[in-house]
């Protein structure tokens, strides 16, 4: 979950001008990775031989 925090540094970083889709876009990004450190910090991750499993059954 994103903090307001957070979006208030990010929305300083944008340009003065900017489309709601570029917010909208950047906020799905910052909390895509936070989720992923979250489940990282939980020990929720995958090795790289399984992650090598999971695509092999992609093109099978």
Do not use: C, H, Y
């Amino acid at each position: 979950m994103l903090t307001k925090t957070v979006l208030k540094e990010q929305i300083e970083k944008f340009p003065e001008q900017f489309s709601i889709d570029e917010l909208i876009e950047k906020f799905i990004l910052i909390e895509k990775i936070e989720d992923g450190n979250r489940q990282s910090e939980r020990g929720e991750i995958i090795t790289d031989a399984e992650m090598d499993k999971e695509i092999e059954k992609w093109f099978e």
